[in-house]
């Protein structure tokens, strides 16, 4: 697969996409699909993946799964015994906490656990009311609405994401998490669909994880010619 990136506008979030896209076809091939949710269990799933390991939060999710048939039955669980089942993701109490304050609010404001009608709103206004939910913050709002049924595209930035973009210098390396979601917004184009950018959230998170995680790993990086933190420290700067 060959991918021609002359035609584009000079956009750094383009180019690290194509490029890690590219990096990625030729060591793994294609990228799958994605595991569709619906809004409540995406919901679910992003509160729990919030800075754990990928194993531990999606073990974590599954003996939610398991141990209860539907997410109204974990509403009336006591946040310490969700607490309890979640372990050891990273802040298990503040996550069951903010999970059972969550469902609460969905219940008392909609009269029922759905956040299906979210669907007729606009991606801002979607992830706004979710934002006011308690612990969903842009990451998790950006992965209700892009991940789940709803199907919206919005771009997910975890802390792999950020951490990347902070060294490329594509945001400033103190600028909270509320403003790196903003300034990377900013720069989505308008041609990128809800695919293009689950697929930009994998190789973004996937590259921090591989290569550029806390004690990069700058001389086989694709993209190091694009960050100054990463020619400085091959140059030895």
């Known amino acids: 697969m060959q991918f021609d990136l002359a035609f584009m506008e000079p956009n750094p979030l383009v180019e690290v996409h194509f490029r890690l896209l590219k990096a990625h076809?030729?060591?793994?091939?294609?990228?799958?699909r994605w595991i569709t949710f619906d809004p409540i269990t995406q919901m679910v799933h992003a509160v729990l993946d919030g800075r754990t390991r990928e194993d531990i939060s999606k073990?974590?999710?599954r003996k939610l799964c398991w141990r209860f048939t539907s997410?109204?039955?974990l509403r009336h669980v006591s946040p310490d015994a969700i607490a309890y089942?979640?372990?050891p993701v990273t802040f298990a109490d503040n996550k069951a906490a903010q999970i059972s304050a969550a469902l609460h609010r969905i219940h008392y404001l909609r009269g029922a656990l759905s956040l299906d009608f979210l669907a007729g709103y606009s991606v801002e206004?979607?992830?706004a009311w979710l934002e006011a939910l308690p612990g969903v913050g842009p990451k998790v709002s950006a992965a209700v609405v892009n991940f789940s049924t709803l199907g919206m595209p919005a771009l997910v930035v975890d802390s792999h994401y950020q951490r990347i973009a902070k060294r490329l210098g594509v945001v400033a390396s103190k600028a909270s998490d509320?403003?790196?979601?903003?300034?990377l917004a900013r720069l989505v184009p308008g041609w990128m669909t809800t695919d293009d950018l689950q697929q930009n959230y994998f190789l973004v998170k996937r590259h921090g994880q591989t290569v550029?995680?806390?004690?990069?790993n700058c001389r086989v990086c694709v993209l190091k010619d694009l960050c100054l933190f990463g020619r400085r420290r091959c140059d030895g700067f």
């Open 85 to 87: 089942l979640i372990q």
């Open 212 to 216: 550029c995680h806390h004690s990069p």
């Open 71 to 73: 997410w109204d039955d």
């Open 25 to 32: 076809v030729r060591t793994y091939g294609p990228l799958g």
């Open 125 to 127: 206004a979607a992830r």
């Open 59 to 61: 073990r974590a999710f």
């Open 178 to 183: 509320r403003a790196v979601d903003r300034s």
